[in-house]
């Protein structure tokens, strides 16, 4: 189901909780709702969406990946760049690193380790921030 993008700084600001198999419904909220937005949006976390879950989709371009409780486990090469979202106006300057190690549970609730680079990294590094409450 497409919803709502959450503005709320106070709600967004808060960390999340742990995502249980209950809770793989939201992949598809998720990925409904990137789809909606799919022109200027390349990631959502599930807080953007109103649920306080551990859980993100990231556009990797000829397909999007759903993480459930994504830790990132290793960075390299860090950089400075402006990065915008839907929750917010404007851009906004932020610290990323270009290449990332991310362990999570697909739906398959399988644990899965992936190494992301360039831009993927930087928009999973974004939806990851929000899983923490932090806002760019």
């Known amino acids: 189901m497409i919803k709502t993008i959450i503005k709320d ?43 306080q879950k551990r859980v993100i989709i990231i556009s990797m371009g000829f397909v999007d990946l ?31 690193y270009r290449q990332i190690s991310v362990t999570y549970r697909d739906s398959n609730w399988m644990t899965k380790t992936i190494t992301l680079r360039d831009f993927p990294a930087q928009i999973c590094q974004h939806e990851l921030d929000h899983l923490e409450g932090i806002i760019i």
């Open 9 to 51: 700084t106070f709600f967004l600001g808060q960390s999340s909780q742990r995502a249980s198999k209950e809770d793989l419904y939201i992949a598809q909220d998720l990925q409904d709702t990137l789809d909606y937005h799919r022109e200027g949006c390349v990631g959502l976390a599930a807080n953007m969406i109103g649920y």
């Open 66 to 96: 759903v993480m459930f409780n994504p830790e990132l486990v290793s960075k390299s090469d860090p950089f400075d760049t402006e990065e915008s979202c839907l929750s917010l106006t404007g851009t906004r300057p932020t610290k990323r």
